[in-house]
């Protein structure tokens, strides 16, 4: 260390000579990888003396790498640092299972405390302690479309369903799919936003607080709506991965996909359209003024291999200049209230805004309202649906599954 940081003190990130390995396990591959080689790439020059192991498992909202993550966790040898989602994710899986160590000590020692949203840490603690490091908030309840395309369709983008459901059938005469769904998850993606806009923010929240039954009449509504939108994706969805569902909407294959806005971290990165004219962006329908967030974030296992690469690896990524390396790339927004926007597109200007004034809600799909045990009940719950579209028996299941899980009453 030199003279000068001993006598000023310095980042965590840099107070050691740092050395060996940090192994960090995420979903991020492939197309999802660019955002997280920017941070790993700030890490390495913060840390030159670490190497960086990039562990990754494909598949969307991590349906495989939390399989792989939960073996290791299991027989013993947890990665370094790993993906988690922000909420039950977190908090009613490894914090309940006391294999995360608590990271109040950084939180103050950052000046996190005054940076993230008091909402945002409620999420990622208990009385107990603060439990992972949030790197950005996604919006899950965006609906994505090419303005060039509707307007050679004759379509104007819907606020409701039911405006939604006048449009689709005169894509459906023009042989275009309506709104295209990809593999089992997205089927839980989708539900999340109708479901949503059938309930409403406040019988959103009753859901999980377990004050409204899933079986309740709102809760058997919400799936008759769901069921109707089906009618109006593609047949081959299980065979999609989410980026294939995106780039049917990008070859105007399809019109509209809800996809959380990780969809405009591909198209802008990846695809390199300019958001606005190469793409375009609305509240997925009848749920404008509403914001169902999620957030990535990362923690410390217990008996993590490298622990101090880990502290500088939490470190960066929740500093002001990590985030904001990585957040412009991947989509999402910082999760700190002091980001330089000045580094983000136009659609990311457009989430901030709404995520400052919106009504915020929890996502189900990336692990919020939910923990695990709920969400592996709940996919079943929806292959029933897909099968058989009968709303008042999956209303009914669905409710056992709360009832099983802790949620409801
Ligand atoms: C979410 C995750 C996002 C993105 C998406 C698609 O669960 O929070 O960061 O990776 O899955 O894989």
Redesign the pocket.
């Known amino acids: 260390m030199t003279a000068v940081a001993l006598l000023f003190g310095s980042p965590a990130a840099q107070a050691k000579d740092l050395s060996g390995q940090l192994e960090i396990f995420s ?2 591959a492939g197309d ?1 990888g660019p955002a997280l080689q920017a941070l790993i790439d700030l890490y390495t020059k913060q840390n030159p003396g670490v190497e960086v192991v990039n562990a990754t498992v494909t598949g ?3 349906v495989n790498a939390k399989a792989v993550l939960k073996t290791r966790m299991l027989g013993g040898e947890p990665p370094d640092s790993f993906q988690v ?1 922000a909420g039950q994710e977190l908090i009613g899986t490894w914090v309940k299972a006391d294999r995360m160590e608590d990271l109040t000590f950084l939180f103050k020692e950052q000046g996190w405390m005054d940076v993230f949203p008091e909402g945002l840490v409620k999420n990622i603690g208990t009385d107990t302690g603060i439990w992972s490091v949030p790197v950005n908030i ?1 919006r899950s309840n965006v609906v994505w479309y090419v303005p060039a395309n509707l307007e050679k369709w004759g379509i104007k983008v819907p606020t409701t369903w039911d405006e939604f459901f006048a449009a689709a059938e005169i894509l459906k005469a023009k042989n275009v799919v309506p709104l295209v769904l990809a593999q089992n998850w997205t089927a839980n993606h989708l539900w999340e936003s109708v479901a949503l806009a059938s309930l409403g923010a406040d019988n959103w929240d009753a859901l999980w607080a377990g004050k409204l039954a899933f079986d309740s009449p709102e809760g058997v509504k919400a799936w008759e709506l769901f069921g109707k939108v089906l009618e109006y994706t593609n047949k081959d969805a299980s065979s999609l991965s ?1 980026q294939q569902a995106t780039d049917m909407v990008v070859d105007g294959r399809a019109a509209f996909n809800v996809m ?1 806005d ?1 969809a405009a971290g591909y198209m802008a990165t990846t695809k390199k359209l300019k958001p606005g004219s190469g793409f375009g962006w609305s509240a997925s329908f009848g749920t404008g003024g509403q914001f169902m967030f ?1 957030a ?1 974030s990362f923690g410390l296992p217990k008996g993590a291999p490298n622990r101090d690469n880990v502290i500088a690896w939490l470190s960066t990524l929740g500093s002001k200049e990590g985030s904001d390396a990585f957040n412009p790339l991947k989509g999402s927004i910082s999760a700190r209230t002091d980001s330089d926007l000045s580094k983000y597109n136009e659609y990311a200007k457009s989430a901030s805004a709404d995520f400052g004034k919106d009504r915020i809600v929890g996502s189900l799909a ?1 692990g919020v309202t939910a923990n695990e045990g709920f969400m592996n009940d709940f996919a079943s719950v929806m292959e029933m649906f897909l099968k058989s579209r009968n709303a008042e028996a999956t209303a009914k299941a669905a409710q056992q599954v709360a009832m099983k899980n802790g949620i409801g009453k």
């Open positions: 979903w991020w999802e969307g909202s991590g989602h996604h989410w959380g990780w999620l990535d990336h």
